[in-house]
């Protein structure tokens, strides 16, 4: 997809995908992934979410990706944090205390810009790209964390009901993706009637999943 899409989105404030709380599936499910504090957390396609702030505030660093400047200095404003700002490769670093956000478009970061990471989140990341791109940003992650395992969070309905982002991404996919790696489902939930906002664009079902994946 066009990086403008995005950027635009962020600048218009049309974020309906932005949660105004921590996400369920990570307070439930993250203690699953066994990773003890300071461990490095990488959160693809990270936005402003609060999920960064939940993280660290358990004692994590954590390390976010974004595309949009808007949504990298929401980020840190809602945190009350000042971040330093500097060049990093191809990306921009922002830095205050255990949390960083690489400024960016996903697909030019580097694994040593990144450095190492010991476990991923990915709430909004998958979901947020075309079948046809799913393969390209799977395989990326996996060369930036391959021994990391990672809590996974997607949505599964009727692509033909609705036009993404966010895309439909079924079980078997997930699956298919992670070939090699152990994927179990956590969560498997209805969540149509919370959210009336995808109701009002035609869809008849909505399923919230969430997977526990080890390399």
């Known amino acids: 997809m066009d990086p403008k899409f995005w950027i635009a989105r962020w ?13 369920p599936q990570l307070r439930r499910w993250w203690a699953r992934l066994g990773l003890a504090a300071p461990g490095r957390v990488f959160v693809p396609l990270c936005g402003a979410s609060l999920d960064l702030g939940w993280l ?16 990298v200095a929401r980020c840190f404003a809602e945190a009350g944090l000042e971040p330093a700002v500097a060049a990093a490769g191809a990306l921009r670093r922002w830095r205050a205390g255990r949390l960083e956000i690489l400024e960016g478009d996903f697909f030019r970061l580097d694994p040593e810009t990144l450095g190492a990471v010991e476990a991923v989140y990915d709430r909004a ?3 947020a790209f075309p079948p046809a791109m ?6 990326h992650l996996r060369r930036l964390a391959p021994r990391a395992p990672q809590l996974l969070v997607t949505l599964d309905y009727p692509q033909e009901e609705m036009e993404g982002p966010p895309f439909a991404v079924p079980e078997a996919e997930v699956r298919a993706r992670y070939a090699g790696c152990t994927v179990e489902r956590l969560a498997d939930e209805d ?7 995808f109701r009002a664009r035609g869809l008849t ?8 994946i080890r390399p």
């Open 11 to 23: 600048e218009q404030g049309q974020t309906g995908w932005h949660l105004p709380e921590v996400n």
């Open 56 to 71: 660290a505030g358990r004692g994590h660093e954590v390390v976010g990706c974004e595309l949009a400047p808007t949504a």
């Open 125 to 127: 990341a998958l979901v």
């Open 134 to 139: 799913r393969a390209h940003y799977v395989a």
């Open 191 to 197: 969540v149509l009637e919370a959210q009336p906002r």
């Open 205 to 212: 079902r909505l399923r919230e999943q969430a997977f526990l």
